[in-house]
């Protein structure tokens, strides 16, 4: 949790500025969506349910994110300051640049975020993790030998940032995020034309860059360094540098005076995006099918907002003993990047890391309360899906998913009540 920080004297570029950390703060994140700390993921589910598609506008005096145009040739590198996080960095990154590409066959629309290495003045590679729909975008353009045309729009409603941060299967392929924030808006997102390919971008962004993924190119994110790395991952670690996908920027359109946004990987602000969006998803896969039992989702700091959920269950008799197993299981078919599933109680706050790791330690034998479950195939960030880290592990990338189940068994419910305090009134003399 910090701070968010707006540097208004970049060097080098005195014209724009730079924002860091808007969503690295629970409460913050709730303020800006009219919402509290424990409500956020219901507010996205009920967002869900109320969607509204964006909409093209036509601007007469242009739109906000087209006050200012640069048409290639250009030098992107002089334009915007893309930050740099590490002395072992890749290059510098564009890390929260929002892809809008659309389906070169269907014409179905994506939105998502991916890290953007500058490589030269027109050049940036796009990292997508396997099963990205942008990439399925991508890949199906690359069949027909043609470039895909995207947008990367930047500084946007924190509404914009979280819709984009659901995954499949609560958004399949096909599925345009950008309607759920309508629905927390409820008004459409503004689109416009961009200038220089046939794609749109969001209108009232404060920068878009433009430009092509180019059919059959690739190359190494750090072919300008030789660093071996990419950049710093929300799991903590430097990520590996890949061979991407090249997009070749064809345009570079902005606010007066913009605000580039960004984000640093390891980070509350990465939680936030990331694990909203996946205790909504956890929340609507188990209400579906066991209505009332889950009360709650906590996608905690130290998975990331990725590999880690809290999940509170209310057993209401005896049939519902092994129901909350039942839940972890389905919280891992509704994101299937999740790692690890702590069970507890609905007397503990899953917001709370101190009565979590209580329950796990009052509430909890190792030798029955946990399951494993080996073989699976998780996210490639994490360092520890490896055969060197665990003769189970066949192949890098594949996890031992494991629940921790911390509830207290029905039966047994009357010896783990816990201590009934009084409550005390302070503002009343004794």
């Keep these: 949790m910090g701070p968010a920080m707006l540097f208004e004297n970049v060097k080098g570029y005195p014209d724009v500025?730079?924002?860091?950390?808007?969503?690295?703060?629970?409460?913050?994140?709730?303020?800006?969506?009219?919402?509290?700390?424990?409500?956020?993921?219901?507010?996205?589910?009920?967002a869900l349910d109320r969607r509204i598609a964006p909409m093209t506008v036509s601007f007469p005096e242009g739109a906000p994110c087209q006050e200012v145009v640069h048409r290639a040739p250009l030098d992107i590198r002089s334009l915007l300051p893309a930050p740099t996080n590490t002395l072992f960095d890749a290059?510098?990154?564009?890390?929260?640049?929002?892809?809008?590409?659309?389906?070169?066959?269907?014409?179905?629309?994506?939105?998502?975020?991916?890290?953007?290495?500058?490589q030269g003045s027109d050049r940036l590679t796009v990292y997508f993790v396997p099963?990205?729909?942008?990439?399925?975008?991508?890949?199906?353009?690359?069949?027909?030998?043609?470039?895909?045309?995207?947008?990367?729009?930047?500084?946007?409603?924190?509404?914009?940032?979280l819709a984009a941060c659901f995954e499949p299967p609560t958004t399949p392929l096909g599925f345009d995020e950008l309607t759920i924030a309508g629905g927390l808006r409820q008004r459409p997102v503004?689109?416009?034309?961009?200038?220089?390919?046939?794609?749109?971008?969001?209108?009232?962004?404060?920068?878009?860059?433009?430009?092509?993924?180019?059919?059959?190119?690739?190359?190494?994110?750090?072919?300008n360094t030789g660093t071996g790395f990419a950049m710093p991952e929300f799991p903590g670690y430097l990520g590996q540098a890949q061979s991407c996908p090249v997009i070749r920027v064809t345009a570079v359109t902005h606010r007066f005076n913009p605000i580039l946004?960004?984000?640093?990987?390891?980070?509350?602000?990465?939680?936030?995006?990331?694990?909203?969006?996946?205790?909504?998803?956890?929340?609507?896969?188990?209400?579906?099918?066991?209505?009332?039992?889950?009360?709650?989702?906590?996608?905690?700091?130290?998975?990331?907002?990725?590999?880690?959920?809290?999940?509170?269950?209310?057993?209401?008799?005896?049939?519902?003993?092994?129901?909350?197993?039942?839940?972890?299981?389905?919280a891992f078919a509704a994101f299937s990047e999740l790692k690890h599933v702590i069970l507890v109680d609905e007397d503990v706050d899953i917001f709370n890391s101190n009565d979590v790791l209580w329950a796990m330690t009052t509430r909890y034998q190792g030798d029955v309360s946990t399951v494993f479950i080996q073989?699976?195939?998780?996210?490639?960030?994490?360092?520890?899906?490896?055969?060197?880290?665990?003769?189970?592990?066949?192949?890098?990338?594949?996890?031992?998913?494991?629940?921790?189940?911390?509830?207290?068994?029905?039966?047994?419910?009357e010896r783990f009540r816990r201590a009934p305090f009084m409550e005390v009134d302070m503002d009343t003399e004794s």
């Design 91 to 118: 290059g510098p990154y564009f890390n929260l640049g929002l892809l809008r590409a659309e389906d070169p066959e269907t014409g179905e629309a994506d939105v998502t975020i991916h890290r953007l290495c500058v």
């Design 17 to 46: 500025r730079v924002l860091v950390g808007m969503l690295a703060s629970r409460e913050r994140t709730a303020l800006l969506l009219g919402s509290t700390v424990e409500q956020l993921p219901f507010t996205l589910l009920r």
């Design 131 to 161: 099963g990205r729909h942008i990439d399925q975008f991508r890949i199906k353009a690359e069949r027909q030998g043609k470039p895909l045309p995207v947008s990367i729009s930047m500084g946007l409603d924190p509404a914009i940032y």
């Design 261 to 330: 946004q960004t984000i640093v990987g390891p980070g509350e602000e990465h939680v936030n995006l990331a694990g909203i969006p996946t205790e909504a998803s956890i929340l609507r896969l188990v209400e579906n099918s066991m209505p009332g039992r889950l009360l709650n989702v906590y996608a905690h700091s130290a998975g990331g907002g990725k590999y880690l959920a809290i999940l509170q269950f209310k057993k209401g008799s005896i049939r519902d003993e092994g129901r909350q197993r039942q839940a972890a299981l389905t």
């Design 375 to 413: 073989g699976v195939r998780c996210h490639p960030l994490d360092p520890s899906q490896s055969p060197d880290f665990s003769p189970s592990i066949l192949e890098d990338g594949i996890s031992c998913k494991t629940i921790f189940d911390c509830t207290v068994p029905f039966a047994l419910r």
């Design 190 to 223: 503004e689109l416009v034309d961009c200038v220089s390919v046939p794609a749109k971008a969001i209108a009232r962004a404060e920068i878009v860059i433009e430009g092509e993924i180019l059919p059959g190119e690739r190359m190494r994110e750090d072919i």
